[in-house]
């Protein structure tokens, strides 16, 4: 299996507030299909980078506008369909108040491709339908905005929140083996066990049980 990373740039915007960002997008699969992680910006150089293999399904991470601004676009350029957990259908509607995603992401089921399956794991925190996908064959897990190199994902929402989503990197990702590569998405990949430390550091600082 393959993982193909495509970054493009563009605006953060949130609660009136506006930031330049960069954003990785991950093309997962083979030579002749792919799952997309994440909708960035600007849905051609994702249609490149795909450079016309069957496209399994567009997965978003989680419903901030930086992840899904190029969903729709990118839908109806490789047909394929849009998959968002219902929890973060309120952030979707503000990007797309005339136009819905395709599937909901389901925590405990399986995404198929080239012959591998990533679990869907629900990683709240950051946002309410945060999620991660955990390949177990290949060591790896794409967690979008929950876990970064240099710990947990931005908790500055009235919806998000720290504690939940410290429990959610040390009951879910932390559970897995070190070794196991994180794909983030913004900035450098990393790995479990370069983040377990700090995360469970600041769990310690704030007596979380």
Request: hydrophobic content about 40%; proline content about 5%.
């Amino acid at each position: 299996m393959s993982i193909e990373l495509v970054t493009t740039e563009g605006v953060f915007a949130l609660g009136g507030g506006e930031w330049e960002v960069e954003n990785n997008i991950w093309l997962v699969g083979d030579d002749k299909e792919v799952l997309i992680f994440d909708a960035a910006h600007d849905h051609q150089p994702i249609i490149n980078a795909v450079n016309g293999r069957k496209v399994r399904g567009i997965v978003l991470t989680h419903g901030h506008n930086d992840h899904i601004n190029a969903a729709v676009a990118l839908r109806d350029a490789v047909d394929a369909p849009i998959m968002l957990h219902e929890f973060d259908r309120f952030l979707w509607d503000v990007v797309y108040p005339e136009h819905d995603f395709d599937a909901p992401i389901e925590p405990g089921r399986t995404l198929q491709v080239a012959g591998h399956e990533l679990a869907i794991l629900h990683t709240p925190g950051h946002s309410p339908g945060c999620c991660c996908f955990h390949d177990a064959v290949t060591g790896t897990v794409m967690s979008g905005d929950t876990l970064f190199c240099g710990g947990p994902g931005a908790t500055g929402r009235v919806y998000s929140d720290e504690p939940t989503i410290l429990a959610s990197i040390r009951d879910v990702l932390l559970s897995l083996p070190d070794h196991t590569i994180v794909h983030t998405g913004h900035g450098d990949t990393t790995t479990i066990g370069d983040e377990r430390d700090r995360v469970l550091e600041r769990i310690a600082e704030l007596g979380l049980k």
